[in-house]
């Protein structure tokens, strides 16, 4: 199983940026896929997962201007990030889980977003 994240990069407050994560092996149909974020000297944080059946959860700091969305057909999911903030900064990692009260098993490489002026 590998998830491989791109979509990273530098922008500027009030910008948008799109994250993917594509996803191989057998598991994007069984597992709750979710998006966490680190900033250095913090824990790494879920901000977002998605059910198989495409119910939505979001943290309260990115509710209403992230949008995680997947799709099957092409294995993928993805964050679609507007209105970013410097607090959004930090390191993107994609992520699959079996319950949503349950840690992550699988983890994609971080993809570093910076939003600085």
């Known amino acids: 199983v590998q998830l491989q994240a791109c979509g990273g990069g530098l922008v500027q407050p009030g910008e948008s940026l799109r994250l993917s994560c594509v996803v191989s092996?057998?598991?994007?149909?069984?597992?709750?896929m979710g998006w966490s974020r680190q900033v250095p000297g913090k824990e790494r944080l879920t901000i977002a997962t998605?059910?198989?059946?495409?119910?939505?959860l979001y943290a309260e700091s990115v509710e209403g201007r992230f949008t995680i969305s997947r799709d099957s057909a092409k294995n993928t999911v993805s964050l679609e990030m507007d209105g970013l903030k410097p607090e959004d900064t930090g390191i993107y990692y994609c992520?699959?889980?079996?319950?949503?009260?349950?840690?992550?098993?699988?983890w994609g490489l971080g993809t570093q977003v910076t939003v600085s002026s």
């Open positions: 992520n699959a889980r079996t319950s949503q009260y349950r840690q992550p098993v699988y």
């Open positions: 998605i059910t198989t059946n495409g119910r939505a």
């Open positions: 092996g057998s598991i994007f149909g069984n597992h709750i």
